[in-house]
């Protein structure tokens, strides 16, 4: 996939924009208890971009969307935790269009009509009950936010600059984020507005090169935004910042340099005390919380060829209030492809829905031998443990544990390292 850039004045290249586009927008975290985390994956450079949920210990990976000829990107959780807005990417009209389902990828309907207009980047007002998204039409060059309600009907404009994407409704209601790029390379800013665009107010410079992914804390008090992480310049890495919406306390809450270790944000949890994102090291990719001040890094799903994006964290349903995703037990296995689990429902305005059986990922963590890599790094000693294989220090040298090997080096930022 493929970074976006400001959007073209020809219709071809508008409609290629919108199916092409690398940039995975994040969206309002609302206060409530913790569920479970959603975030787009790509597995082979082939294959469709499908969404997973997982739970925020690591267990109960799905995927949701079985998609055969489109994309499904950039999913947001509802303020409820019962359903998800995300995008369709595909070849054919709507070529990029809003979509809703349940949360176990259920009952997908498409809110975009059959046209050429391309529309994405959606997100839930705090209530519910109304859609923000990206919007533009090819045939008037029209570039602009716009709301609607749950059906797609009761349209309405907000005036947004050029360049600008990624719309987020803070908790109160009353304020819109966003993400405006320049016509220079790495140059991207935080905005905000009045959620009818009015009141323009620049929070970040755009040498900053934010990445297009900023969430509200659910108090409304900070956003939380990724620093150099458009295009990801060389020798350069991304790390995670917070500022407070009146644009002062910036503080960054990752420290990587030298571009071979980056921190991109997802969403703040829904109870304000952890940090969801993607950590990226040397080819690398993991699922990873911490604290907003960037303490307590933990791992959810460790470094491997698994690539999260477009990661959100949504509330817990209230008939679910006697679990607890944190500590509930699950029973482990490895990733397996093979795996099968009950099909979603398919889409109602067309795109065809997968057979009976379809091979879906199920389960907690990704199986060894599927990885391209002989090497799979952790950043916490317990990450060997979700494997199901106890492993632990044995005076700074390797302990076998089973068919991995477990080498901790206390003195870095990634503490162990497991080994087939």
């Not at 990445?211 to 409304?220: E, F, T």
């Amino acid at each position: 996939m493929k970074p976006r850039t400001r959007m073209p004045l020809t219709v071809v290249g508008a409609i290629l924009a919108c199916i092409l586009t690398g940039v995975i927008p994040a969206h309002a975290t609302f206060p409530g208890r913790n569920g479970r985390i959603a975030f787009q994956v790509q597995l082979t450079p082939d294959a469709h971009i499908q969404i997973y949920t997982v739970r925020p210990n690591g267990h109960d990976l799905r995927q949701i969307t079985h998609l055969e000829d489109a994309d499904a990107v950039r999913p947001d959780w509802s303020p409820d935790g019962r359903q998800i807005i995300f995008e369709i990417d595909r070849n054919e009209a709507p070529f990029c269009s809003v979509a809703l389902m349940n949360a176990d990828g259920s009952d997908i309907v498409e809110l975009t009509p059959h046209t050429d207009i391309c529309e994405g980047d959606p997100s839930f007002t705090p209530d519910g009950a109304r859609i923000v998204f990206h919007r533009f039409d090819p045939a008037t060059n029209d570039e602009a936010f716009w709301s609607m309600d749950l059906t797609g009907n009761d349209r309405q404009r907000i005036p947004a600059p050029a360049g600008a994407s990624d719309p987020n409704v803070s908790p109160n209601g009353e304020k819109l984020s966003f993400v405006a790029e320049s016509d220079q390379e790495f140059q991207s800013a935080l905005f905000i507005s009045n959620v009818d665009g009015s009141n323009l107010f620049q929070l970040i410079p755009f040498s900053f090169g934010v990445a297009v992914k900023q969430d509200w804390a659910p108090d409304g008090q900070h956003l939380v935004f990724a620093k150099n992480g458009i295009g990801h310049p060389p020798g350069i890495s991304a790390n995670i910042a917070t500022i407070r919406p009146d644009g002062t306390h910036l503080r960054l809450i990752t420290h990587y340099e030298g571009g071979d270790v980056q921190a991109l944000v997802g969403s703040y949890s829904p109870d304000g005390r952890w940090v969801v994102f993607r950590l990226e090291d040397h080819g690398l990719s993991g699922l990873y919380k911490m604290r907003p001040d960037g303490s307590h890094m933990r791992a959810i799903l460790p470094l491997s060829s698994f690539k999260p994006r477009s990661i959100d964290w949504g509330a817990k349903p209230s008939e679910d209030e006697d679990k607890d995703e944190d500590t509930v037990e699950a029973k482990h296995k490895m990733l397996d492809v093979s795996v099968s689990s009950e099909p979603s429902g398919g889409i109602r305005s067309g795109v065809p829905v997968p057979e009976e059986g379809t091979t879906k990922i199920g389960n907690s963590l990704p199986n060894l031998d599927l990885l391209d890599t002989d090497r799979i790094r952790f950043s916490t000693t317990s990450s060997c443990a979700l494997y199901g294989r106890p492993c632990s220090p044995n005076g700074g040298y390797p302990r076998c544990c089973g068919t991995l090997q477990c080498v901790f080096s206390g003195g870095s930022t990634r503490v162990g390292y497991a080994c087939k």
